[in-house]
């Protein structure tokens, strides 16, 4: 079972059937999509094929919604405490799971748009904007059609994204922690410079360095049908102590205030598939307190998909085998098999789609250009002879190839993935030099980035583009650390 609130399952025919009507706060089922059989309705034919449908659920007395009396009565309360940081920002891009296990997902979307993160590719039309069906990089997204995601899974598609993540297990932190972090997101603390920030920056990207808090819960807890559900929380009243979750499963709850101290028992629940507990993640976008000039994601070179991880453990697994301590020839003859596949590194990277702007095409641009040179500076500095062939093969057929526009499985048809055809130009000597900087410790890296400039000298790159090089490394690194612990935790205790 996984985190989601909304594994969906499909409603036998054989079983009790599900018929229109309300149910009691007190009925539980396992999922969003399975729930337990209400009153029938009788008669018309119109009832007859809505019998295995139902509208909504009657909000427990646990929970205040948010359009009642009195949860307008705690609202103006969270707004006069400064509890409504996310609140706006969140409410901006609030949306219904476009299925019923993809709480997770939808939240995640939720929060990418609020932080005006550019996805670099098309939604409709001419425009960009984030939905779920983006989220490829660590999960297979059929399958979450089915069993909805972990929180490690959450954590990893967010660090996907480029954002910056603080994840935490409910069990691994004490209320005062997860108040904590309810007040990162949601209070808003006064500043003379953010003020004048604003002012003088109306179309700037207001929610930089903005955490937006994620949870992770048990619905059962705190008196909801269903189980484990994720969403976001958008306001935080001190004099209620309460939290504001907007319910991504907008189908069956709105939004909704619930105790933080209830929101914090919710997070302890062991989850299932993990044999942990659920938790929450704190998410945030930026490269930088001092450098906001950036909104691209944080991989600009490649991308990672779940269905690519039993090649990552093979990694992993050749990579204990030498403690750990490879050489560039050492992932040169795993990356091409000795010499007899030089399109193997491609099995745990595809290429990133093109970019959109000028600003992102001179970073690609500049980042392949030092990765090129760093290619035969690495080599340069290499002494195994018996490589040469190898070596000489990548000279011949790597260093300018163009990966395939199609994926090998359209076979020459049109693509499932409408984007193939947009990805950008990357040769495989230059995906496995970043697999091997992803082997060693970010010191290093810049020890070894200081060593190439010394003895080059001839080209002069900006450091951001060292450091996209370094980020790229992290996040190959993080996908195959993960690959292994996927259907437990994703990023660990």
Not at 85 to 93: D, I, M, T
Not at 116 to 137: H, Q
Not at 393 to 398: P, S
């Amino acid at each position: 079972m996984s985190d989601s609130c909304c594994k969906a399952k499909a409603l036998s025919l054989s079983a009790e059937p599900v018929v229109m009507g309300r149910q009691s706060p007190n009925t539980t089922s396992s999922n969003d999509a399975t729930p337990s059989a209400t009153t029938p309705v009788a008669g018309s034919k119109t009832s007859s094929m809505l019998k295995r449908t139902f509208y909504r659920r009657p909000m427990p007395n646990t929970c205040v919604a948010l359009s009642s009396p009195e949860g307008r009565k705690i609202f103006a309360s969270a707004h006069n405490s400064r509890g409504l940081k996310s609140f706006f920002p969140l409410v901006e891009q609030f949306a219904t799971q476009t299925e019923p296990a993809y709480c997770g997902p939808t939240t995640l979307v939720v929060i990418l748009n609020a932080l005006a993160v550019d996805p670099r590719r098309t939604w409709k039309g001419p425009w960009r904007w984030y939905e779920e069906s983006f989220l490829n990089c660590c999960v297979d997204l059929e399958e979450v059609k089915k069993t909805g995601i972990t929180l490690g899974t959450f954590a990893c598609l967010a660090k996907c994204q480029g954002l910056t993540v603080e994840a935490r297990h409910g069990s691994d932190a004490s209320i005062e922690e997860f108040r904590d972090a309810v007040e990162a997101a949601c209070l808003e603390v006064e500043s003379t410079d953010e003020v004048a920030s604003s002012s003088n920056n109306d179309q700037g990207n207001s929610t930089a360095n903005h955490q937006f808090l994620a949870v992770s819960y048990t619905r059962k807890v705190v008196g909801q049908t269903g189980d484990g559900h994720f969403s976001p929380i958008a306001a935080y009243d001190e004099a209620s102590d309460s939290v504001l979750v907007l319910d991504t499963a907008r189908f069956k709850y709105g939004p909704h205030w619930i105790p933080l101290q209830l929101m914090y028992e919710a997070l302890q629940p062991i989850d299932k598939t993990t044999g942990k507990s659920r938790g929450y993640v704190l998410l945030s976008y930026g490269y930088s307190d001092h450098d906001q000039s950036s909104n691209m994601p944080r991989s600009i070179l490649f991308r990672s998909k779940k269905g690519q991880d039993p090649t990552r453990r093979l990694f992993k697994e050749y990579l204990r085998g030498m403690n750990y301590e490879v050489s560039f020839e050492d992932v040169l003859k795993f990356w091409t098999k000795d010499g007899q596949d030089f399109d193997y590194v491609w099995s745990i990277l595809d290429p990133q789609l093109v970019p959109t702007n000028q600003e992102e095409e001179d970073m690609v641009t500049n980042a392949r250009s030092l990765l090129t040179d760093l290619v035969g500076y690495v080599r340069a500095c290499s002494s195994n002879a018996s490589l040469d062939k190898i070596k000489e093969r990548c000279d011949e057929r790597l260093l300018h190839e163009t990966k395939s526009m199609c994926a090998d499985s359209c076979e020459g048809n049109s693509c499932e993935d409408t984007f193939t055809s947009r990805k950008i130009v990357i040769s495989s000597i230059e995906a496995i030099l970043v697999s091997y900087l992803s082997t060693m410790e970010s010191e290093q890296m810049r020890k070894l980035f200081q060593s190439f400039q010394e003895k080059s000298g001839e080209k002069d790159y900006p450091i951001e583009t060292y450091e996209q090089i370094l980020c790229e490394a992290d996040l190959i690194n993080y996908a195959i650390e993960a690959s292994d612990e996927s259907e437990e935790d994703a990023f660990g205790s």
